[in-house]
């Protein structure tokens, strides 16, 4: 089982940025995908959260409305767009697939000006 995220980077507060998890090793279109992140000096929290069909998601409400989790089973792929992103935003985003407990290496998002 293999997670990798790409996609982070250092963005202008109100900005955009496209996460991008590539899944192998696994069924992926059978089981349920997260997005985690962790900023410094705090735990690991939920961000979005997608269904293995992607027909039902869940977001933090720090980021609802502004964040967006998709998936494409056909590429084995989990995204996370990210709009107005806010310097607290700052954090490693980690793919997760809790079914498998199975994380990424993480990607880093740093919102600053």
């Known amino acids: 089982v293999q997670l990798v995220e790409s996609g982070g980077g250092l963005v202008q507060p109100g900005g955009s940025l496209k996460l991008s998890c590539a899944a192998s090793?696994?069924?992926?279109?059978?089981?349920?995908m997260n997005w985690y992140r962790q900023a410094v000096g705090k735990e690991r929290e939920l961000v979005a959260a997608?269904?293995?069909?992607?027909?039902?998601?869940v977001y933090a409400n720090s980021v609802k409305g502004r964040f967006t989790i998709s998936r494409d089973n056909a590429k084995n792929t989990v995204y996370l767009q990210m709009n107005r992103l806010k310097p607290e935003d700052t954090a490693v985003y980690y793919c997760?697939?809790?079914?498998?407990?199975?994380w990424g290496q993480g990607t880093l998002v740093t919102v600053s000006s």
């Open positions: 090793g696994f069924t992926f279109s059978t089981y349920g």
């Open positions: 997608i269904t293995s069909a992607g027909g039902s998601t």
């Open positions: 997760n697939c809790r079914a498998l407990d199975a």
